[in-house]
């Protein structure tokens, strides 16, 4: 089983639909949890982190977190296509180690 | 505020050659990392730094692969000799680490796509 996983997709969504990225993840030690976005052929970029189970929200972005049942999620309102990128699930493993899932790709539909 | 620089962007070496990579981190930040990206995956961790001490190189190949990290800022990474597998994005981060507990957020510099011939 690895540690954090992902569908890889692709995952296709028509504009101005909501977008729901899945993560699993294995060690029930994990405290911290994010999420990154990355555009073919560029480096990973942050959209929110979230520590505490529940919804956080920050603009179009909402993460989810469950830590019973080792689940995270993102929903991106709204979708645009400017959305189209992969989405990273990062999971701490002990003190300041993230593991990275391999990431769902997204294309958002005009 | 200036993100992470790396250098070289881009380079292409025949197996067999050395190769090395450079980070320089946002300021002040204290920890830094180098990761290797294969395509299609997520970066998986090569080496932690806090300050200058190695925290975790667990998943650092060490028979052909070296870092440093002098003074507490800049960092090198080295491969000697590459393999042809060795060809992938490599990426630097950096973090404030604090006294939370909690893992902090790393910011990636853009990479080093390494293509080994």
């Known amino acids: 089983q690895k540690e954090v996983e992902q569908n890889s997709g692709p995952l296709s969504v028509p504009e101005g639909a909501i977008a729901s990225l899945n993560c699993t993840y294995s060690?029930?030690?994990?405290?911290?949890f994010f999420w990154y976005r990355q555009y073919s052929g560029k480096s990973p970029e942050l959209i929110m982190f979230i520590y505490s189970n529940g919804d956080k929200e920050d603009g179009r972005f909402t993460a989810q977190l469950n830590k019973a049942s080792q689940y995270v999620s993102l929903l991106i309102r709204d979708s645009q296509p400017s959305d189209s990128a992969t989405y990273l699930c990062?999971?701490?493993?002990?003190?300041?180690?993230?593991?990275f899932g391999q990431g769902t790709r997204l294309t958002i539909n005009p | 505020e200036a993100g992470v620089v790396q250098s070289p962007r881009y380079k292409i070496i025949e197996k067999k050659q050395p190769v090395a990579f450079w980070c320089n981190p946002i300021s002040g930040h204290n920890t830094l990392y180098w990761y290797l990206q294969n395509l299609g995956q997520g970066p998986e961790l090569l080496i932690r730094?806090?300050?200058?001490?190695?925290?975790?190189d667990s998943q650092l190949p060490k028979d052909r692969f070296s870092a440093e990290r002098l003074k507490g800022v800049d960092s090198t990474l080295k491969i000697q000799p590459a393999e042809l597998g060795d060809s992938a994005v490599y990426l630097c981060a950096s973090s404030l680490t604090g006294t939370s507990g909690r893992t902090d957020t790393q910011y990636f510099g853009p990479g080093t796509r390494l293509t080994v011939l």
């Open positions: 060690d029930r030690g994990s405290q911290s």
């Open positions: 990062a999971v701490s493993q002990g003190a300041q180690k993230l593991v």
């Open positions: 730094y806090e300050n200058e001490e190695a925290v975790d």
